[in-house]
């Protein structure tokens, strides 16, 4: 089972039997997971709510004259003041097909489905190229794990930073296989990059280190082996030119539009402000690589927030510290630098991400999406540890425990992938407990109001930060127009719909308890938020 060759690695086609039907059946399932994951979620009744209307909105525009050349707005117009969007809108581009396929509601789920089937994919595919059905297996327990701690709902939500996750993981995993020399996969490190660093700043935080070090094991390996670098030309170029497309609607922003978004995210990076800090960051890392380590149990959604002990600490230094000491000892027992280089790559990618974490605003404490690297790191480095073990063992003792890890690691897989489609459902999910009532107010709104341009407001939290933005999102994707505010919340919705104008109509989309109608107004919709639990909202139209 020696590796053939550093440039191409483990070959499916050289497998024969049991062996290579185990390395397509994994293959398979994590393609069509993500894919069953998210029919069985639209099926129960999921709708846009939210930050993820918001994305439907602008994936709409994607491939139109008002085509999105930036990603969806952060937070930092609301810390700082100056309004920043996160680096790029490959995220609207990618899902504004997919909702023109399967529809403006399946086409969201669908589309962040794909992209996670890609990546895990990617992901698998890889770890068996670099490490043969070992790895394979090793990775294939993690991801199943992670897939199970995140739930389902990780395989398909389009919330911006959730959607990172899986193309983190893979760029370090290509760029892993681009430093060992395998320069075919330099094209995957590009496009799993790109769209981990353009869709959310802590994706670009994390593969932003990888992909330098990417770039400069192309260039020392031109310098000492450069024809071996001119017959892998092809797949070079190709990731160059892929590079050029993808980053091409960042580049025009940055030459024709003013202001500059990187100079905005540079201001709300250094603008004076109080910090989440160092120790907090590095206690978060602590709870996510300490046994049991993130990736393999469930957190809930401030879990990950939980006091992690002097021992938990003391545990993930240890802990990180046997994973690069395991990865020397391979090397200077076996010869092989690719278990040292992997470690060198995850330590490069958790400093980065570890200072920039430590410099968000106070109030990105209590948002795990932000935080999606951490259960990376914590799985990366847990198969590290495994994997250089694996390596330290005799010849005659891996011969005999493959018979067992093999099909073992593929069983266990396979359990905790149906174990996480089976245990979640639609009201564990993000606003689940508010699709409902963003359904129904929706469809009454649409029956109320003929197509035409409509202004709408927003009054109390959940009609500003849930269900509005999900009505808005179906009024958009039934033919209708919107206007909102421009303020900090409406810019998100693209300056084309923050214009002042004339409009066929206002609504009023409200949340207080003290909402009634205002003269000339009429009453289109009242739906109990959550059953009635969490208050009633009520759409108000003035023709």
Same mark, same amino acid.
């Given at each position: 089972?020696?590796?053939? =060759?550093?440039?191409?690695?483990?070959?499916?086609?050289?497998?024969?039997?049991?062996?290579?039907?185990?390395?397509?059946?994994?293959?398979? *399932?994590?393609?069509?997971?993500?894919?069953? !994951?998210?029919?069985?979620?639209?099926?129960?009744?999921?709708? @846009?709510?939210?930050?993820?209307?918001?994305?439907?909105?602008?994936?709409?525009?994607?491939?139109?004259?008002?085509? @999105?050349? &930036?990603?969806?707005?952060?937070?930092? !117009?609301?810390l700082t003041g100056t309004p920043a969007n996160h680096p790029g809108p490959i995220e609207f581009w990618i899902l504004g097909? /997919? /909702?023109?396929?399967?529809?403006?509601?399946?086409? #969201?789920?669908?589309?962040?489905?794909?992209?996670?089937?890609?990546?895990?994919?990617?992901?698998?595919?890889?770890?068996?190229?670099?490490?043969?059905?070992?790895?394979?297996?090793?990775?294939?327990?993690?991801?199943?794990?992670?897939?199970?701690?995140?739930?389902? !709902?990780?395989?398909?939500?389009?919330?911006? @930073?959730?959607?990172?996750?899986?193309?983190?993981?893979?760029?370090?995993?290509?760029?892993?296989?681009?430093?060992?020399?395998?320069?075919?996969? +330099?094209?995957?490190?590009?496009?799993?990059? =790109?769209?981990?660093?353009?869709?959310?700043?802590?994706?670009?935080?994390?593969?932003?280190?990888?992909?330098?070090?990417?770039?400069? %094991?192309? %260039?020392?390996?031109?310098?000492?082996?450069?024809?071996?670098?001119?017959?892998?030309?092809?797949?070079?170029?190709?990731?160059?030119?892929?590079?050029?497309?993808?980053?091409?609607?960042?580049?025009?922003?940055?030459?024709?539009?003013?202001?500059?978004?990187?100079?905005? #995210?540079?201001?709300?990076?250094?603008?004076?402000?109080?910090?989440?800090?160092?120790?907090?960051?590095?206690?978060?890392l602590a709870f996510a690589v300490a046994p049991p380590p993130s990736f393999l149990r469930g957190t809930g959604r401030l879990?990950?927030? /939980?006091?992690?002990? *002097?021992?938990?600490?003391?545990?993930?230094?240890?802990?990180?510290?046997?994973?690069?000491?395991?990865?020397?000892?391979?090397?200077?027992?076996?010869?092989?630098?690719?278990?040292?280089?992997?470690?060198?790559?995850?330590? !490069?990618?958790?400093?980065?991400?570890?200072?920039?974490?430590?410099?968000?605003?106070?109030?990105?404490?209590?948002?795990?999406?932000?935080?999606?690297?951490?259960?990376?790191?914590?799985? &990366? /480095?847990?198969?590290?540890?495994?994997?250089?073990?694996?390596?330290?063992?005799?010849?005659?003792?891996?011969?005999?425990?493959?018979?067992?890890?093999?099909?073992?690691?593929?069983?266990?897989?396979?359990?905790?992938?149906?174990?996480?489609?089976? $245990?979640?459902?639609?009201?564990?999910?993000?606003?689940?407990?508010?699709?409902?009532?963003?359904?129904?107010?929706?469809?009454?709104?649409?029956? *109320?109001?003929?197509?035409? +341009?409509?202004?709408?407001?927003?009054?109390?939290?959940?009609?500003?930060?849930?269900?509005?933005?999900?009505?808005?999102?179906?009024?958009? $994707?039934?033919?209708?127009?919107?206007?909102?505010?421009?303020?900090?919340f409406g810019r998100a919705f693209g300056s084309q719909r923050t214009r002042t104008g004339p409009v066929d109509g206002n609504?009023?989309?409200?949340?207080?308890? =003290?909402? +009634?109608?205002?003269?000339?107004?009429?009453?289109?919709?009242?739906?109990?938020?959550?059953?009635?639990?969490?208050?009633?909202?009520?759409?108000?139209?003035?023709?």
């Amino acid at each position: 089972m020696g590796e053939a =060759s550093r440039r191409t690695g483990h070959r499916i086609r050289a497998l024969s039997g049991t062996a290579r039907w185990i390395v397509i059946g994994t293959l398979a *399932a994590f393609a069509l997971v993500p894919l069953i !994951a998210a029919a069985t979620t639209i099926s129960a009744g999921w709708q @846009p709510t939210g930050d993820i209307a918001v994305i439907g909105i602008r994936s709409r525009d994607a491939w139109t004259s008002h085509a @999105p050349l &930036v990603g969806l707005t952060t937070t930092g !117009a609301e810390l700082t003041g100056t309004p920043a969007n996160h680096p790029g809108p490959i995220e609207f581009w990618i899902l504004g097909l /997919t /909702t023109r396929v399967f529809g403006g509601r399946a086409g #969201l789920v669908m589309g962040a489905a794909l992209i996670d089937a890609a990546a895990l994919v990617g992901i698998a595919w890889l770890a068996f190229r670099r490490g043969g059905t070992v790895l394979l297996a090793l990775t294939s327990v993690a991801l199943a794990g992670l897939i199970h701690s995140l739930t389902s !709902a990780s395989l398909h939500d389009v919330f911006n @930073p959730e959607l990172t996750t899986f193309p983190m993981l893979l760029s370090l995993v290509a760029a892993w296989c681009v430093v060992v020399g395998d320069l075919r996969v +330099t094209p995957v490190l590009v496009a799993a990059a =790109s769209v981990a660093g353009q869709i959310h700043l802590a994706g670009a935080g994390f593969v932003g280190p990888l992909v330098v070090i990417g770039l400069g %094991a192309v %260039a020392l390996a031109w310098r000492r082996h450069p024809r071996a670098v001119r017959r892998e030309g092809p797949y070079l170029l190709g990731a160059l030119g892929l590079g050029i497309v993808l980053w091409l609607p960042v580049a025009i922003q940055e030459l024709t539009s003013q202001p500059s978004n990187i100079a905005a #995210l540079w201001r709300v990076a250094t603008v004076p402000r109080a910090r989440i800090g160092f120790s907090f960051m590095a206690e978060r890392l602590a709870f996510a690589v300490a046994p049991p380590p993130s990736f393999l149990r469930g957190t809930g959604r401030l879990g990950f927030l /939980t006091d992690t002990s *002097a021992i938990g600490v003391y545990l993930a230094a240890l802990l990180l510290a046997a994973t690069v000491s395991a990865a020397i000892l391979v090397r200077r027992r076996t010869g092989r630098r690719d278990i040292l280089q992997l470690a060198v790559l995850l330590l !490069a990618a958790t400093a980065t991400s570890l200072w920039l974490g430590a410099q968000q605003p106070s109030l990105a404490a209590f948002r795990a999406d932000g935080t999606r690297w951490l259960w990376v790191v914590s799985l &990366v /480095t847990w198969v590290v540890l495994a994997w250089a073990g694996w390596n330290l063992l005799q010849p005659s003792i891996q011969d005999r425990a493959r018979r067992f890890v093999v099909p073992g690691g593929a069983a266990l897989s396979a359990l905790l992938l149906v174990v996480a489609l089976t $245990a979640t459902g639609l009201a564990d999910q993000r606003d689940g407990r508010v699709m409902g009532a963003t359904n129904a107010a929706a469809s009454a709104t649409l029956r *109320a109001v003929p197509k035409g +341009t409509y202004h709408l407001q927003f009054e109390g939290n959940q009609a500003l930060i849930t269900i509005g933005p999900g009505i808005a999102y179906r009024l958009e $994707a039934a033919g209708r127009h919107v206007r909102v505010d421009d303020n900090t919340f409406g810019r998100a919705f693209g300056s084309q719909r923050t214009r002042t104008g004339p409009v066929d109509g206002n609504l009023r989309i409200t949340s207080n308890s =003290s909402g +009634t109608p205002s003269p000339g107004e009429e009453l289109v919709a009242e739906v109990g938020i959550d059953g009635g639990r969490v208050g009633t909202l009520r759409v108000y139209l003035e023709r």
